[in-house]
């Protein structure tokens, strides 16, 4: 009965002392720049590492295969794209620098040069920045920017997206809304969130 006891206050204190280990795994300030990983459950697993203060690259894993990768300007607007053996480079026609750090209530707008050159189309995206919040994710709480994003192609109207939570530390949509045809709002939001 004696070591029965022993065993239980051993796994409680074991379970209590990992309770703020898991919170420590969250990225910060000092830690964000080594890079970090964020889940949403089995299906998408992201390495987010940031090159310099600006740009932001993601890889996204399967199993051990890269599905995808991407190098973003600020975590909102692709610069590459590497999917399934198919690249799409974006070559920012505004200064992206001047767009940040980004405000509620402002909207936004960058034009690229999307595809090969002589054959680039040009797309306009456009940010609508709504009220800051904060957010759980896991254990970790994440400080965002709700957005609207509008994309347009050519001469075409500008055309809804979605809606993202940016977080401006992480560099990172955090979560995505998407409109369904009935009206509703379907969210994907990653679960977890750690330092590497």
Avoid at 37 to 52: M, N, P, S, W
Wanted: glycine residues 8%; aromatic residues 6%; neutral net charge.
């Amino acid at each position: 009965m004696t070591s029965s006891l022993a065993v239980l206050a051993g796994v409680l204190v074991l379970a209590a002392a990992s309770i703020p280990c898991a919170a420590q795994d969250c990225p910060t300030a000092e830690t964000v720049g080594r890079g970090f990983i964020a889940e949403r459950g089995t299906a998408a697993k992201v390495e987010v590492q940031h090159l310099d203060a600006t740009l932001v690259q993601t890889t996204w894993r399967s199993g051990n295969a890269v599905i995808l990768q991407t190098l973003q300007f600020q975590g909102l607007f692709d610069l590459d794209r590497q999917e399934g053996g198919r690249r799409t480079t974006s070559r920012p026609k505004t200064d992206l620098a001047k767009l940040f750090p980004l405000q509620a209530g402002k909207e936004i707008a960058a034009e690229f040069e999307t595809g090969p050159t002589g054959q680039a189309q040009v797309t306009t995206v456009r940010l609508i920045v709504k009220d800051p919040a904060t957010i759980d994710v896991g254990p970790c709480k994440v400080d965002v920017f709700a957005l609207d994003r509008f994309i347009a192609r050519g001469a075409a109207p500008p055309e809804f997206v979605n809606g993202e939570l940016y977080s401006p530390l992480l560099k990172l949509v955090v979560a995505k809304d998407f409109k369904n045809p009935d009206g509703t709002v379907t969210r994907t939001q990653y679960d977890k969130i750690y330092a590497r």
